[in-house]
């Protein structure tokens, strides 16, 4: 059984940092493309971040710079570390795999996913 357990979001000041995880079991994720969507109320859900099963990263340009993809060394973990955190990213963060290892920035193209974790950037 795949799953995806997201961890790490809270409420955090602007200006400040949190560290998401993604954990993901049922299935080998070497070979996964991996990627970070959030979606906050009211509005669709967004691609944030992703990781393809080589490590090439994308990121929208409204987190570029600020936001940094990674996967730990067993490669069933991908991160998101976010700095420099503003109100407009309060949203609920979604982690998805996509099986044939490449990433996509639309959401229909993922196999699995996560529940999400929120996270809340006070002004």
């Known amino acids: 059984q795949v799953q995806l357990v997201e961890s790490g979001g809270g409420l955090v000041q602007a200006g400040g940092s949190l560290r998401l995880s993604c954990a993901a079991s049922?299935?080998?994720?070497?070979?996964?493309?991996m990627a970070w969507f959030r979606q906050a109320p009211g509005k669709e859900r967004e691609f944030v971040a992703a990781?393809?099963?080589?490590?090439?990263?994308y990121y929208a340009d409204s987190v570029k710079g600020r936001f940094t993809i990674s996967r730990g060394n067993a490669r069933n973990t991908v991160y998101l570390q976010m700095n420099s955190l503003k109100p407009e990213d309060t949203a609920v963060y979604f982690c998805?795999?996509?099986?044939?290892?490449?990433?996509?920035?639309?959401?229909?193209?993922?196999?699995?996913w996560g529940q999400g974790t929120q996270v809340t950037v006070s002004s």
């Open positions: 998805a795999a996509r099986r044939n290892g490449d990433v996509s920035y639309t959401r229909h193209a993922y196999d699995y």
């Open positions: 049922g299935r080998t994720f070497s070979s996964y493309g």
């Open positions: 990781n393809t099963w080589t490590d090439n990263t």
